[in-house]
Structures are given as C-alpha cells and as structure tokens.
C-alpha cells in the first residue's frame, strides 16, 4: 500500500513538472571493468561491449525507438573506444587504438582496416560517417576523408586538411564538422560535408573568453560546445565563463550556421554559474544546471534585441523511479547527447527528455505571450484550445484587450502559414495553426450556454464583444471571414432580442454581407420582420446573387417587387426570366389583379424581345393564355 501511495505521489509530481523523461527508459549494461558503453547520436543506436575469454567481446546494439536488439560477437584487437554502423548499417566501424579504425562487412563478417595517413604520431580523435560510404578521420593534426569500399573489402583515401585541433563536434543531421584549435581552444572551424565526397570550409569563429579564462589557464571545452538545430536553423551553441567562480555569471552564446559563415545571432543570459549541460527540446533550448539541480527553458523567438532570457523561472525535471528506486537527477554520471537524449552510464538508462505543457500555462501570466509560445509547441492544440476557453469564461474572463491580442497571435499564426503554403516556404515550421473552425467548435459554440439567466444581459454583452474582437482579428489579418462566424453573433444578437445593434452591425459592416448570411436573415423573418429586407438588401448589394433573390421573392409570393427588380437590372435580366415560373406562381396565389399584371409583363417581354407577344412552344405557357382568355376574354398572346 505504501508501494502504491509513493507511486500515485511521483505520478501527481510528474503531471505538475514542465520537464519529464521518457516513461520507459532504453535499459543497458551499466559502465563496468568490462563492460564499455557507446552511442551513436547518428544512428540513435547505443552499443554495449563486454570483453569475454578467449580473445573474443560481446556487441549489443540497441536502437532508439525500436524493440529489435542485435547481438553478435567479434574477435577482440584491442581496447574499443568507438563504434557506429554506417548509415545503411551494412559496415560496422571500430576505433580499437589511437590511429586507427576497424571496418566489418555485416553480410559476411569480414574485417579490413585504415590507419591515419600520418607518418608524425598523430592521435586519432575521433571518426563519422558523413554518407553511406564516407568516413571522416579527424586526429590533433587534422582531418582525413577516405571512401569505404565494403564489396572490395577496401579504404579509399578522398582528401585531407592539416589543421591543429584540440577536439571535434559533429551535427550528424546536418554533417557539419567543428574542430577547435589554438592553446586556448577558442578558435572553432567548420566544415561541412555534401555529395560526392565535397568538403566545403565555412569561415571560423573566434570565441571571445572572459578575462578568468587567462588567469586561470581555463581552455573553451568540447562539453561547452555544441550544434543545435532550433525553427530549422543550425547554431553553434557555446556557454561561456561561470565554471570555476561563482561571481562570474555563465552567458551562452548562438551563432546562425548558413552557407556563408557564421554569424552571431542570440546571446542566453544566465545568473548562475557552475557545470551545465544543453539539450533541445521542441525548439526549446533546455540547459541543465548540476549545483542547483534544475533546468532553464529558452526559446529564441522570445528575445528584446537578440538577449534571451528564461521563458519561466528554472525548474526540475520530475522525479523518476527506476527499479523502484528515486533516480538521482542531475547526476554527475549524466552525460547528454543532441537534441534530447541523457545517458546515465552508472544506472544504465537511456531517456529521451520531454515537455509537459500544461503546468506552463500556469507559469506565464502573458496570456499573449503564451499563446504565442503555445503555438509552437508540437501537440499543443488541446492545452492552447483549453487556454483560450479559459480566456473568454465568462464569468472569469480575462481582460478584452488580453483576449485581443490572444486573437491576433492566433490569426497572424494562421496567415503565415497560409503565406507559407502558397510560397512553399518552410518558414512556419511545426507551428500550430488554430482555424476559425477549431475556435467555433471548442471555443465560442458553447460560450451563451453557460451564462445564467441572471448575468445575461451583461454578459451577453462581452460574448457579442469577444466575437467581435475575433472577426476584426480575422479582417486584420486578411483572412475570409467564414459565414458561421456571422451566424454566431446574428443568432446571439436575435436571442437576446438586440435588434437595433444587429442593423448597426449589418449596416456598418461589422458583419459582412454573404449568400449564407442572408439566408439566416430571411430565417428570421418569424422573430423580426425586418429581417426580409434586410437580407433582399444584402443580396442586391453582392451583385452574384440575382437568382437567389428571384427565389426568395417569388418564395414569398412577391411577383411584383421581383418584376420590378428584374427590370432594374435591364433587358438581359428580363429575357432571361421564366415565364412560365412567375405564371405559375401568379395562378398559385389567386389573385386575378395579380396574375393580369404578371401576364400583361411577359407579353410585353415578347414584344420588346421578339416583336410578338406570343409565347413560345418551349416556354409551356399554353394553359395560363387560355385561364387568362377564360377570365379576361382576348389576349395579344
């Protein structure tokens, strides 16, 4: 029972945190005497090594996301260090000695190797693959690109540069290279890899350290360093100063990656100092803090001059329990890969670091503000829909001008993605587009629903405001306004029986004229009379609807304001009328005065049209002459 009560306290706790792991962490040997761990971030394979008797070692590999292990066994040549597929994981690489690396075929276990090239005791930093066949070397005194060639059970040298590097960071996603150089390491070169083998130098970047760097003989870090790609933009990402005293403040410094260079583009400030580590989640650039034990959240589209500061105060990721146990977080065995995976080597688990956004609605209290965060966050509809219910409540309603500006980051969202896909930009990247659909179903439909009897008159007031406020965000933003929008506020209007702000709203505008809106007019006509001229007047007005306003007359038997509308439109519009229609309905509604004028119309149609006032064969007039001839004698007809 107290099993039971522990666990129903981690799971409250999680539902509460922003920052959580994955639910079912990828299990492995931990890091023991024998037993080496590796991961390949390309891949999003973990290898495990156990060295056994015999010369021989145990490999397992367990991929990201998927339940299929492989295991096999290889001869040992010597301590592993790295080990990665190639990217159609038909060879398998082995780094087993400072220069060189072991390649085997898969299909058939055969093994061929490749030294550095090097005769000067280079040391082997590390490898990667840049494409199925292509294998970068980069060593202290350089980079060295060969071609792999499984069938020949071969290694081709491509091209090499000779360049002093420290240490390297590779972005897979992107096969970019960046190699560190100088005493101070602060001086970052980047290459970046295409087809055919082509290596492509961008211009390098010189990090400024702060002044502690030089006192205390502090070198720029491989762990201070990495390539993110955030709203589809790679950034080097660089944390700067804070590491061994606790006055200076650590700040993290983003430069855009593009074909030209590299160029300063955000500064992350910071008031803490000490050992962080960064991952990404969702765009969000996530950086850990082990002294404190929490995690500070950015996003780059919240900055003031290009300095971004956390979008909430820093936090913890949720407690974890694994074998029934609290895992320590923040751990110094934590180590952390690109965009969102952490390793504890010692515990053996592997998770991937995700985003639980509720908790962050009650976090930010810039309604506006979090919207426009909401909007792009990946599975972000139902909360984003649930904090714009909240926004318009009724009886807790935010502020109009609030709810404002909730509508206008909403609709800018929708037209730049409408922009988007009419351009085939990839400008709106992942962003959540919330439709005038969506708002009408979860958000305005059930809105009148839940006002009492005894707050309506006021607080029909501010539901007739909020759509309003909707629509003129709507018309801001250049977006077609859909009719059922019209309809919200015209059936809201009628039922709170505000006649006279329903001909203000149609007569300024505030609801524009449509087909569909004029049929809910004419609906009306049994609560409001005035109804029927209205929406006669709003079809005249579209100019494309003249035979729906012939329908709606002749609907309501009046043949005579149709007649005389037909004849304002000119000859065309009166050749083109059924005769036989306007007859038909002039003998329905038994009216003789009636019927002699429609008759006494139509033949001096034919007369204009044809210069006879008999009616045609095809116009089926036969029997309407001779009811006429029956009540009025003779016709010219």
Known sequence: KKKQTNQKTINTSMESHVLRLSDAPLRFTPVQKATAVFFDDANRQLFTVKEKDQGLMEVTVATLGSPNVLSFGLPFKGQVTSMKFSPDKRVLAIQNSLRTVQFINMDDRKDYSQSCRSKSSPHLHGFHWTSHTDVVFVTNQGMEL?????????????????????????????????????????????????????????????????????????????????LVNIYGQLYLLVIRGGHKTKAERAEICLWAVTSGGMMKAYILQMEVSGRFAVNVVDNLIIIHHQTSETSMIFDLRNHVDRIVIPVIPALSIAPFRLDDKLCELYSSSWIVFQPNIIIDAKLGALWTLGLNLTPITRMMPDKAMLVNFLLRRSGSRDVTLDVLRAAVEPSTHAPLSVISAMFDQLNRACADHEASQ??????????????????????????DDKVEDSDRSLKYRFIVAVLVEYIRSLNQHKMEVQHYMYELVINLLVKNS??????????????????????????????????????????????????????????????????????????????????????????????????????????ERNRQLRKNPKFLPGEDCDRFVRYYQRLFGTSDA
């Open 498 to 603: 505000r006649f006279h702000e329903l001909h203000q709203f149609l007569q300024y505008h505030v609801v524009n004229d449509s087909k569909h809106v004029a049929c809910q007019l004419l609906s009306l006509e049994g609560v409001y009379p005035p109804a029927f001229q209205l929406a006669l007047d709003m079809l005249k007005r579209l100019n494309n609807a003249n035979d729906d306003i012939f329908d709606v007359l002749l609907s309501k038997g009046r043949l005579l304001p149709a007649l005389r509308f037909a004849r304002s439109l000119g000859g065309d519009a009166v050749n083109s009328l059924s005769a036989h229609r306007f007859l038909d309905a002039a003998y329905a509604a038994n009216d003789n005065t009636l019927f002699h004028t429609v008759f006494k119309f139509f033949e």
């Open 146 to 226: 060969y071609q792999v060639q499984p069938e020949k059970r071969s290694v081709r040298y491509m091209k090499s540069y000779s360049i002093s590097v420290n240490w390297l960071v590779y972005s897979p996603e992107d096969k970019l290279l960046l190699v560190s150089t100088t005493p101070q390491a602060n001086s970052l070169h980047a290459f970046a890899f295409g087809q055919k083998s082509s290596i492509t130098r961008l211009s390098k970047v010189e990090v400024e350290l702060p002044a502690t760097y030089n006192q205390l003989g502090q070198k720029l870090q491989e762990k201070d360093v990495a």
């Open 422 to 447: 009419g351009s085939g930009s990839q400008a709106h990247h992942g962003a959540l587009v919330i439709t005038q659909s969506d708002m009408y179903k979860c958000v305005f439909s059930a809105l």
